[in-house]
């Protein structure tokens, strides 16, 4: 797959039904899947966590994503009072 800039959004044309494909990138892109029963899945692909899926023909669309919130830096946990 191409480069995806911050905001920008690619849709993955390239799966193989019956056959596996692992999706990584080499920081945090979100995923949106819509099956054509109407299923939405959802989820985040990490450096260390790619996306492993073996499409069956029902994959409607398929698109990645990077927004600002999967590219915020380490940031401090503070305790509610």
Do not use: H, W
Request: net charge neutral; glycine share 8%.
């Amino acid at each position: 797959m191409d480069t995806i800039d911050i905001g920008e959004k690619k849709q993955v044309e390239t799966l193989i039904n019956g056959k596996t494909a692992t999706i990584k990138f080499n920081r945090p892109c979100r995923y949106v899947i819509e099956t054509t029963t109407g299923t939405v899945i959802e989820g985040l692909i990490t450096p260390n966590n790619p996306l492993i899926i073996t499409p069956q023909g029902d994959i409607k669309k398929f698109d990645i994503f990077v927004d600002k919130e999967s590219m915020r830096g380490p940031t401090k946990i503070e305790k509610d009072s």
